[in-house]
């Protein structure tokens, strides 16, 4: 079965400070892959997301992920956080079958250091 | 553009009584979902409708009921609540032009419900 897996429930990082948030995924074929962000009390607002092409995607807010099919990850970075980015990210994996569908991870929750 | 627009924005129920979650998107798009969300435990599809006239049950739909009342509008019934349905309930919409899971969904966002 397909499933999504987040390692980091929280992370810390301070204003300034490079970010990566972890995303593993487990999926049979070729995955279609999303990074989503909510922020407090707020809906999921798509960050980016990968199809199939280029494994480096940039969304967003200046983030990017990079698609590893050998290490079936699909991990978000951002170069230099801004405390606005406090927030959850989540990553999600699209199903290519007859329903459409995302799974989605538990989330990680960024905490951002002034 | 509205987006996705959902009512009410929050509600406090008692045990047994029963209410509905009104969505509705703007975007013209087929299909439409509902998700809860929990602590730890990311969003769980309750239900979805991949066109109008469609509906189809998700990862956790014990306890819902939902109804595709046209292209724009998709309804979750609780009919009667139980406190393991305190969660926030989201609902969302996409246009699956690449089919399968390629779409983009667009969330609402949403509604925060309570059952004492």
């Known amino acids: 079965a397909q499933s999504v897996t987040q390692p980091d429930i929280h992370i810390t990082v301070s204003e300034g400070a490079s970010l990566e948030l972890r995303c593993n995924y487990s999926?049979?074929?070729?995955?279609?892959l999303f990074w989503y962000v909510q922020s407090p009390g707020q809906g999921l607002q798509l960050l980016l997301k990968y199809f199939s092409g280029d494994t480096l995607v940039q969304g967003i807010k200046g983030f990017e992920a990079e698609f590893k099919r050998s290490q079936s990850s699909f991990n978000l970075r951002k170069p230099s956080v801004h405390w606005s980015d406090a927030a959850e990210y989540f990553c999600a994996v699209g199903r290519m079958d007859s329903s459409y569908k995302l799974i989605f991870g538990s989330g990680t929750r960024l905490l951002v250091r002034p | 553009n509205a987006g996705v627009t959902q009512t009410p924005k929050f509600q406090v129920l008692k045990t047994g009584q029963s209410m509905t979650l009104q969505c509705a998107q703007d975007m013209n798009h087929n299909s439409m979902y509902w998700y809860r969300q929990d602590p730890g435990m990311g969003l769980r599809l309750i239900y979805y409708s991949a066109s109008e006239g469609t509906t189809d049950k998700g990862e956790v739909p014990n306890g819902y009921n939902v109804s595709r009342l046209n292209k724009r509008e998709f309804s979750l019934r609780l009919e009667s609540a139980a406190p393991s349905q305190t969660s926030v309930y989201f609902c969302?919409?996409?246009?699956?032009?690449?089919?399968?899971?390629?779409?983009?969904?667009?969330f609402g966002p949403g509604t925060r419900l309570t059952v004492l």
């Open positions: 969302a919409s996409s246009d699956p032009r690449g089919g399968g899971g390629s779409d983009t969904q667009y």
């Open positions: 999926y049979g074929a070729t995955p279609y």
